[in-house]
């Protein structure tokens, strides 16, 4: 079955520092690949697909085959990016749901 | 506007009474599943549904039960509560097609005393 890693439950950055939230997956065909966040007390929103290769609010994640990561990166964190951030995969056959990581909490600090 | 709607927000009932959650997208979306989110274990998948009267099991069924009779709605059944079900809970859905997102719901916060 397919699996998504999160290694860290907890990352601390000081604001203007860069960010990497780290993300593996172990699949051995061609997974969708999704970043979702959820700021305080709200509801899990699409942060980024790797499908799109597209930044949102300044941050990017590359599908790296090679290592099964999809690590998700911002140069400058900002305080307002304080968040809990989870990776998700899809099969892109779309016979499954999506198949959720533990999550990892970003706290910015000022 | 395209939404996923969850009910109750908030639930605070007695062990053993029967209660439901229910969940309805108006998107016409195939897939829907239930989550409950745990501190240090993040989102676990309880029950999911590929399409009308089609359900399976997630990570962690045992207490739970769904049905989907219709397409816009996938109710979640606990037969009796327990305290270890307090936890905040999660619908979503999404289309067949592997590269769209998810909706989630606003999510349900269940105490079980």
């Known amino acids: 079955a397919q699996r998504v890693t999160q290694p860290e439950k907890l990352l601390s950055v000081f604001k203007g520092a860069p960010v990497e939230l780290k993300c593996n997956y172990s699949y051995s065909g061609s997974p969708e690949l999704f970043w979702y966040v959820q700021y305080s007390r709200q509801r899990l929103q699409l942060l980024l697909r790797h499908i799109s290769r597209e930044s949102i609010k300044g941050f990017t994640a590359d599908l790296n085959k090679g290592e099964t990561s999809f690590h998700l990166k911002k140069p400058f964190a900002q305080e307002e990016d304080s968040a809990m951030y989870y990776c998700?995969?899809?099969?892109?056959?779309?016979?499954?749901?999506?198949?959720f990581g533990k999550g990892t909490r970003l706290s910015v600090i000022a | 506007e395209a939404q996923v709607t969850q009910n109750p927000r908030y639930l605070i009932t007695v062990t053993g009474k029967k209660l439901t959650v229910t969940c309805s997208q108006n998107?016409?979306?195939?897939?829907m599943s239930w989550y409950r989110q745990d501190p240090g274990l993040g989102l676990r998948q309880i029950y999911y549904?590929?399409?009308?009267?089609?359900?399976d099991k997630g990570d962690v069924p045992e207490g739970y039960k769904v049905s989907r009779k219709e397409k816009r709605n996938f109710p979640l059944i606990l037969e009796s509560p327990s305290p270890n079900q307090t936890s905040l809970y999660f619908c979503a859905s999404s289309p067949r097609k592997g590269d769209t997102e998810a909706f989630f719901g606003q999510g349900t916060r269940l105490t079980v005393v």
């Open positions: 549904s590929m399409n009308v009267e089609v359900t």
């Open positions: 998700a995969l899809r099969l892109n056959s779309g016979n499954t749901p999506l198949v």
């Open positions: 998107m016409n979306h195939e897939y």
